[in-house]
């Protein structure tokens, strides 16, 4: 759902610039709450593996393909505020190194992908947590339920825009009904990757899934035979069975393979913003992308011949430098929550008070 320049008018482009400047100032300082030493490693590990697998285009209908968004995968992972930051690299290193969604276009992708799928996708999940058992597979399935829900309310929020700044005239009912349509099939593919990542992290380290916090389980005594809840007694938390370190290694390899081997056998086929635009006339302005000489452009490394070879080491250059880039801004606000925090800004405070 990468937004071209072209398609959205410069002022519209301009306020969603505002906002998602905005939310990303909000999420910084809402970051240093949730980043830690579990999460602060992690965040960008979820940023580079939101690049490779958004690399892996799937057929949702005829002649179109839908990838995931990532927002309620980071959400969940690391926290909506984190999640939303972890997106935001994402389209920052898509948008300057691959030539992948404009640049003028960069504040409607932010709100659209990082902004809305975040919000929605975190809402729902905390919303079904509370009322599903806490356990690991309703955080699955909590998973699932919002990262459906999150891209149909990406498209609703793109056919927004587009009825306030679209530039070409086109009926706003029609590429509603179609934004909508094809999303929820593409929805139907995030779920299940979301889904099954979250799962497979639950299965080994569930205190590393921030959405899955506090999930417990009760102290057990058998009693006659059958075991019963110990009266009185905190829960247990669930304990983890791989270093962090390992996690982070299998997260790496697991994203540089799908980035550098997997995504050579993508579908070809445009995805669902790119279909609608095709198919209703919204991208009779679309302009050229101004990094379209960028030596990576459109996922393949300049004067290499070798397709294959090409968008591998696209591929791979794309997880290396979003990993970096996104440790740097994750660690960047675990250290300023750490001077915030730290004893000698602590007494200063104090005493200031109580001058």
Excluded at 196 to 216: H, K, Q, S
Aim: aromatic content about 6%.
């Amino acid at each position: 759902m990468h937004v071209p320049d072209g398609f959205i008018n410069a002022p519209t482009s301009a306020a969603t610039g505002v906002i998602a400047a905005g939310a990303v100032a909000v999420s910084l300082r809402g970051a240093r709450r949730e980043l830690d030493e579990r999460t602060a490693p992690l965040a960008g590990l979820v940023a580079a593996f939101i690049f490779a697998v958004q690399m892996l285009n799937f057929p949702v209908a005829a002649g179109t393909s839908g990838h995931l968004l990532g927002g309620a995968l980071a959400a969940i992972l690391v926290g909506p505020y984190t999640g939303i930051l972890c997106v935001s690299v994402v389209l920052l290193m898509q948008g300057i190194l691959f030539a992948d969604g404009g640049l003028t276009a960069l504040g409607v992708n932010i709100t659209n992908m990082a902004i809305v799928t975040t919000v929605v996708a975190y809402a729902v999940f905390r919303g079904l947590v509370k009322v599903l058992p806490r356990t690991r597979r309703s955080v699955t399935v909590a998973s699932f339920a919002a990262a459906l829900l999150s891209v149909p309310a990406a498209a609703l929020a793109f056919t927004l825009m587009y009825a306030i700044g679209g530039t070409t005239d086109v009926s706003i009912g029609k590429v509603a009904t179609a934004m909508v349509g094809v999303h929820l099939l593409i929805g139907v593919g995030e779920a299940a990757i979301t889904a099954l990542t979250v799962g497979a992290v639950i299965a080994v380290r569930p205190d590393l899934v921030y959405g899955a916090r506090g999930l417990t389980r009760k102290l057990k005594l058998r009693v006659n035979g059958e075991l019963v809840d110990a009266p009185g007694a905190e829960p247990a938390p669930v304990a983890a069975r791989t270093s962090q370190r390992k996690v982070w290694a299998a997260g790496l390899v697991t994203s540089l393979v799908l980035a550098g081997f997997v995504s050579f056998y993508a579908s070809a086929d445009p995805d669902g913003l790119e279909k609608v635009a095709t198919d209703h006339g919204i991208d009779k302005k679309a302009e050229e992308h101004s990094a379209a000489d960028s030596p990576l452009a459109d996922y393949g490394v300049k004067d290499v011949t070798d397709a294959r070879l090409s968008g591998g080491l696209a591929g791979v250059i794309g997880v290396g430098v979003t990993v970096v880039a996104g440790t740097g801004v994750f660690w960047a606000v675990r250290r300023r929550r750490s001077d915030d925090t730290s004893p000698s800004r602590t007494t200063d405070a104090t005493t200031t008070t109580g001058v």
